[in-house]
Nanobody, 114 residues
Framework: QVQLVESGGGLVQPGGSLRLSCAAS???????MGWFRQAPGKQRELVAT???????NYADSVKGRFTISRDNAKNTVYLQMNSLKPEDTAVYYC?????????WGQGTQVTVSS
């Protein structure tokens, strides 16, 4: 059974940094895995992912500020978020595409505010 557990959200001032973690169980590969976010009243959107071939893919709005990485030994994917802006405020979800099905974590709130 695939399980994804996020951690690392919180309140940060504009210009600050946070690192999110997603610990996965029930899977072998960390490819086709990454981060989405959903702000109030908006659709869920891609933030950063590892493609099925292991390449990285970023939303234009976070390029140069966010970095996705992984630790295969820990079965964990990270999202380092720097230079945070108020518009980055959202619930961030970890996602894994596995055997044709999307799996989601419970989400972690990120709030960027002074």
């Amino acid at each position: 059974q695939v399980q994804l557990v996020e951690s690392g959200g919180g309140l940060v001032q504009p210009g600050g940094s946070l690192r999110l973690s997603c610990a996965a169980s029930g899977i072998i590969s960390l490819n086709a895995m990454g981060w989405f976010r959903q702000a109030p009243g908006k659709q869920r959107e891609l933030v950063a992912t590892f493609t099925s071939n292991g390449f990285t893919n970023y939303a234009d709005s976070v390029k140069g500020r966010f970095t996705i990485s992984r630790d295969n030994a820990k079965n964990t994917v990270y999202l380092q978020m720097n230079s945070l802006k108020p518009e980055d405020t959202a619930v961030y979800y970890c996602n894994k595409l596995y055997r044709g099905r999307d799996y989601w974590g419970q989400g972690t709130q990120v709030t960027v505010s002074s």
